[in-house]
């Protein structure tokens, strides 16, 4: 019986190896492609000068002092990455229950922004606009008793936006999860000029065991106080999530972001077939520590583990990822032309 299908297919000549017989024939007829274009590579900020700080939990990582990060900026420029995520640690006593240093022109970030455009003026910068930094509790929002506000909270992301963007920054990122900051967010960029300033939403980030390294690099994973389930999104949801975008869409995002990635190419894929607009995926620090941390036991391969974790972005349908991976990926990638 079961020999029997086999020869019939045989027989129609169906031999679908025959594509993958050589790289050329492979290169051929393959479907998606990783390129330097796709990437956005997340740095952590610190105050100081020369420094690169290592984070313990994402080996390879480190937080720099901004005279670092502009070279790490040229760096990512001369590679051909499109542009940088900036992501503070600043120091635990700016940090307060009102988040007063988001507002802080001349904060970490605002100054980052500035030296980084002077060095390399044609990469995009793309600055996170979030409380957690900046809060000594470590949300991404005000804390009234035990509920993060939203509409208080909105108001403060609002300004956080306007001082990024006339800090020059290019794309402005909410990762917040309040309702409506979209809206606000580009209604007081427009107001001031600038409509240029793009947003790139993460529209449908979900509440994730994954970003516990991340805290460390910016500092929130000791002060945390409880979890950020009332505005990120149960890991349970995907049709939640095109609510999401949709909203987002609406109130005038220009990009949407699906975060963590690999564990929801599902949710990438439903947005992408949903929407077809500019759709990203995060690969996230806990992403990034348990290839590291496999790579480093010498269990895989770190180049091709990294840029397949990567194509399979493309092949669930975004456009680019956030990915801590990225200078190694960019560096592969033009050894392979
Ligand atoms: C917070 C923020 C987080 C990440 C990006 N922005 C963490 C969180 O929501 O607690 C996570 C990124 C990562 O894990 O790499 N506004």
Redesign the pocket.
């Known amino acids: 019986m079961a020999s029997t299908p086999l020869k019939n297919k045989l027989a129609l000549g169906q031999r679908l190896r025959r594509n993958r017989k050589a790289e050329w024939t492979r290169r051929l007829v393959r479907e998606h492609e990783l390129a330097v274009n796709d990437l956005i590579w ?1 740095i952590f900020l610190i105050e100081g000068e020369g420094l690169r700080e290592p984070v313990d939990s994402m080996p390879g990582v480190e937080r720099l002092s901004i005279d670092e990060a502009v070279r790490a900026a040229e760096n990512a420029a001369g590679l051909g990455i499109p542009a940088l995520a900036l ?1 503070p640690n600043i120091q635990a006593s700016l940090r307060d229950a009102e988040a007063s240093e988001a507002l802080n022109e001349a904060n970490l970030v605002c100054r980052a922004i500035k030296a980084i455009k002077r060095a390399a003026p044609h990469l995009g910068i793309v600055t ?1 606009v ?1 409380l ?1 930094p900046y809060t000594s509790h470590g949300h ?1 929002g005000l804390l009234e008793g035990e509920e993060i506000v939203n509409d208080a909270t909105v108001a403060v992301l609002v300004t956080q936006a306007l001082n990024q963007a006339r800090a020059g920054a290019d794309i402005i990122a909410p ?2 999860m309040m309702d409506g900051r979209v809206a606000a967010i580009r209604a007081g960029l427009d107001a001031e000029g600038f409509e240029s300033v793009a947003i790139m939403s ?1 529209a449908a ?1 979900y509440a ?1 065991a ?6 460390d690099a910016i500092g ?1 994973r000791a002060v ?1 106080i409880g979890d ?1 389930r009332t505005y ?1 999104m149960d890991p349970a949801n995907t049709d939640e999530a095109l609510r999401e975008v949709a909203l987002d869409l609406e109130e005038g995002a220009d990009m949407i972001i699906v ?2 990635g690999l564990p929801y190419l599902d949710v990438i894929f439903r947005v992408k077939e949903a929407f077809g607009v500019p759709t990203f995926a ?1 690969q ?3 992403e ?1 520590a348990m290839l590291m941390a496999a790579i480093k036991n010498g269990w895989l391969d770190a180049d091709r583990a990294v840029l397949e974790s990567l194509v399979a972005f493309k092949r669930a349908g975004a456009n680019g990822v956030l990915t ?1 991976f990225a200078p190694l990926a960019a560096k592969k990638l033009k050894e392979r032309k």
């Open positions: 997340p992501f996170d979030a957690d991404d990762s917040d993460y980030k994730s994954f970003y516990g390294p991340f805290r929130t945390l950020k990120q975060k963590p995060y996230v620090s806990g990034y801590y």
